[in-house]
Nanobody, 120 residues
């Protein structure tokens, strides 16, 4: 099973970026899909979560600016739309998911991360 992110890059303050993450491999099902981020010199932190039911939750620091959504055709792809980006949003963004990679149990998987830099 793999999680592969895409969509990072450099953006000016106030700008927007969209990230996506696709799960592939031998997958029986997926529970929650999440985004985390790790700013330079800091610990990894939670950003947002969603599930196939469409429920969402966000860190206070991104509420009203970021939107997480899931691909409802396959439920194996998650998106993060980021608006009004600020320099403090600069971080490596990681996709995370609880995936049933066997019929009887699920495990937590991480993507390799994608860099988001907000700078003028």
């Amino acid at each position: 099973v793999q999680l592969v992110e895409s969509g990072g890059g450099l953006v000016q303050p106030g700008g927007s970026l969209s990230l996506s993450c696709t799960a592939s491999g031998r997958i029986f099902g997926i529970n929650d899909m999440r985004w985390y981020r790790q700013p330079p010199g800091k610990q990894r932190e939670f950003v947002a979560t969603t599930n196939r039911g469409g429920n969402t939750a966000y860190a206070d620091s991104v509420k009203g600016r970021f939107t997480i959504s899931i691909d409802t055709s396959n439920f194996n792809k998650v998106f993060l739309k980021m608006n009004n980006l600020q320099p403090e949003d600069t971080a490596v963004y990681y996709c995370n998911a609880d995936i049933w990679d066997r019929a009887t149990s699920s495990r937590e998987f991480w993507g390799q991360g994608t860099q988001v830099t907000v700078s003028s």
